[in-house]
């Protein structure tokens, strides 16, 4: 059975630092390129961040360029986000993806192209 379970949110104040840890087991975990999405109330599912199964090559979204760091661990099965100087508007659910392609490109923001998706974890800023 398939399982992403995402974990690390919170409530914070803005400025602030999170690490989101997303484990993940019943697949071959470095076959796939893995990816953070959120979703903000009143919003639609938004791409974050992803990174390749292949090269370890990263994809960010423009508002969290130079603030959030993606990683992941093939050991250990599990996949991160670093969240710093965090703003009110990165209040959102944030869920882990993965999908079974080496290097998603510009596909990576496009939530049909992940085969398995985490629960979510809640992250609030407060300002």
């Known amino acids: 059975e398939v399982q992403l379970q995402a974990s690390g949110g919170g409530l914070v104040q803005a400025g602030g630092s999170l690490r989101l840890s997303c484990a993940a087991s019943?697949?071959?975990?470095?076959?796939?390129?893995i990816g953070w999405f959120r979703r903000a109330p009143g919003k639609e599912r938004e791409g974050v961040s992803c990174?390749?199964?292949?090269?370890?090559?990263?994809y960010y979204a423009d508002s969290v360029k130079g603030r959030f760091i993606i990683s992941r661990d093939n050991a250990k099965n599990r996949m991160y986000l670093q969240m710093n100087n965090l703003k009110p508007e990165d209040t959102a659910v944030y869920l882990c993806?993965?999908?079974?392609?080496?290097?998603?490109?510009?596909?990576?923001?496009?939530?049909?192209?992940?085969?398995?998706w985490g629960q979510g974890t809640l992250v609030t800023v407060s300002s």
């Open positions: 993806a993965v999908q079974y392609n080496s290097r998603p490109g510009g596909e990576w923001e496009l939530p049909d192209k992940y085969d398995y």
């Open positions: 019943g697949f071959t975990f470095d076959d796939y390129a």
């Open positions: 990174i390749s199964s292949s090269d370890s090559s990263t």
